[in-house]
């Protein structure tokens, strides 16, 4: 009986290169087809059905992840294996592609060729799958209200954010018994954590997550908001949560959950979850001391200390302990100290501005980016660990 031979889709908009990919592959048995543009190259996964797409993620017309994206989505071609074949080395795309679907991500160098071949007939059997897309998890945790753990993890979140456009992030607010992040931000919607809790597994896949979270203006993240009031909060379908996080871990890079001061069977799954735990600590000593019995609480559970970053905030006023009396009083080691902004922060969040873009070059705007820039390199060695 005849076996159908192998095609392969070539997306590239180099034609050197593309005509090298083609021969290379031509005379190895395969049956060609080949784009130069992105859109072309859809028109051709979908008439053609190539049993595997390798594509140049710069393309003319369409981002590469873009093309991922609509590859994935549509039934015709949502399993076919596809490999992005890139002329620039960059982690961060890397991960990006391999999250929105790509089988693998490869640079173009003299060996490519050669690892195709060995690597093609394994993606066509089955050897090889995408990994299960799965963005990294921060929480934010206090001890105690009033350190600004919310404005924090919306101006964090905005930072990164807007460091790289295609990043995908997605800020949870789960403060109960009444959310802050949309009031601070200045989103209003009928979506929130309770009206979702409210719906079926099915109703809440990834792929929903990444249609209906809307993007809020001028933040660069999605945001699921909290509950709009207590009376709402009741109404919290506590089983729910955490498929709902996964689920919104599989359609982002970067998850933000705002936790507030929540230490419940609610939030512990979350905390031990976490590639990151920022602890928000204040300045006084009763923060202190609450923040020591907090952490205790979160060991007794199994809460791995080596994913905690610990963020000091100066939020109202030049007064109280310093880094160094914080960590010789609660054993932990202070990441960063945010300082006194005088109001900065209360203003930007009335005027539902992150504080980067009200004052870029403000020393607290800068040690939030930074923040951002640590956190997100925690995130990711906590990743590669795992």
Not at 47 to 61: E, F, G, H, V
Not at 95 to 109: E, F, H, M, P, R
Not at 218 to 228: A, C, T, V
Request: hydrophobic letters at 40%.
């Amino acid at each position: 009986m005849d076996t159908k031979p192998t095609s392969i889709l070539i997306i590239d908009g180099d034609s050197t290169s593309r005509k090298y990919l083609a021969n290379a592959f031509g005379k190895a048995g395969y049956i060609i087809f080949t784009a130069s543009l992105g859109r072309e190259g859809l028109v051709s996964a979908w008439r053609d059905l190539p049993d595997i797409i390798i594509l140049d993620p710069l393309l003319p017309d369409l981002p590469g992840l873009e093309l991922i994206k609509r590859i994935r989505q549509d039934r015709r071609t949502s399993n076919v294996p596809c490999v992005a074949l890139s002329s620039q080395a960059d982690s961060q795309d890397k991960l990006a592609y391999i999250s929105a679907g790509c089988n693998d991500y490869l640079v173009k160098t003299s060996q490519s060729v050669a690892y195709l071949l060995d690597l093609l007939p394994r993606l066509i059997n089955g050897e090889v799958t995408a990994p299960a897309k799965r963005g990294i998890l921060v929480t934010f945790i206090s001890a105690k209200g009033g350190v600004g753990t919310s404005s924090l993890c919306a101006n964090i979140a905005m930072c990164l954010g807007s460091e790289k456009i295609e990043t995908r992030v997605a800020v949870m607010d789960m403060v109960l018994p009444i959310g802050s992040i949309a009031d601070i931000v200045g989103h209003e919607g009928s979506l929130n954590l309770i009206t979702v809790t409210q719906q079926t597994p099915d109703q809440t896949s990834a792929a929903y997550f990444m249609e209906k979270l809307p993007r809020v203006a001028g933040w660069y993240f999605h945001l699921l908001p909290g509950s709009p009031d207590p009376e709402s909060a009741n109404q919290l379908a506590v089983d729910r949560i955490e498929q709902i996080i996964t689920a919104v871990m599989e359609s982002y890079d970067y998850v933000f959950v705002d936790l507030g001061r929540a230490l419940s069977r609610i939030t512990q799954p979350i905390l031990r979850k976490a590639d990151v735990i920022v602890l928000v600590i204040g300045t006084d000593l009763s923060t202190t001391i609450i923040t020591n019995t907090v952490w205790n609480y979160l060991k007794s559970k199994g809460i791995d200390s080596q994913h905690l970053y610990v963020l000091q905030n100066r939020a109202v006023g030049l007064e109280g302990l310093t880094k160094i009396e914080l960590e010789q009083m609660t054993g932990l080691q202070v990441q960063i100290t945010i300082p006194y902004m005088s109001g900065n922060m209360t203003v930007a969040n009335n005027r539902h501005e992150p504080l980067m873009s009200r004052d870029p070059n403000d020393s607290g705007s800068l040690t939030i980016k930074q923040a951002a820039s640590q956190i997100a390199e925690m995130g990711q060695q906590s990743r590669n660990q795992k």
